[in-house]
């Protein structure tokens, strides 16, 4: 990472007053209310700080039956001031990391992971192919009428 001082570390309660006004932009208060619990309450969430300034963050969960190895990642994001200083390849990087962890411990193979991205945004579809993501299809209008969605998947069976 080119920034020295950033720590990546798990979310914890402590998070909750910062990570609820990183989703201000939701605009609505019950929904900034439950993206801040839900980062907190049944899913991993990842963060980068800055002191104690959270600056970076991504959030994973299972999907289904634990069973079947296959995670959502939601939301990687980095703060405008500190992109392109390879703060979103270290919270990418460790997330994989955990996930794997995640189902080694559990004695579950991991078997993908997967995400959506705004077609535009190709500074994240850059970063998500330089792990092995793959888009394997354009899911249209999915969030807005202004913008399609990919989807895209990361096959840990293919790289572990």
């Given amino acids: 990472m080119k920034v020295k001082g950033i720590k990546i570390v798990e979310g914890t309660s402590a998070d909750k007053e910062q990570l609820t006004e990183s989703f201000q932009h939701f605009n609505d208060k019950n929904i900034i209310k439950n993206r801040a619990d839900c980062y907190l309450s049944h899913n991993n969430t990842i963060l980068a700080k800055d002191g104690n300034r959270i600056i970076g963050k991504i959030l994973w969960y299972i999907k289904e039956d634990p069973n079947f190895g296959v995670v ?10 500190y992109r392109k200083k390879g703060i979103g390849s270290e919270l990418l990087r460790i997330s994989i990391e955990a996930v794997c962890d995640h189902f080694n411990q559990l004695g579950i193979k991991p078997r993908r992971i997967f995400l959506f991205v705004d077609e535009n945004n190709q500074s994240a579809r850059k970063l998500y192919e330089k792990f092995g993501f793959e888009c394997i299809a354009n899911l249209g209008h999915l969030y807005s009428e202004n913008n399609n969605y990919l989807f895209y998947i990361l096959d840990l069976e293919k790289t572990n």
């Fill in 72 to 81: 959502e990642f939601e939301e990687l994001y980095v703060y405008d001031d």
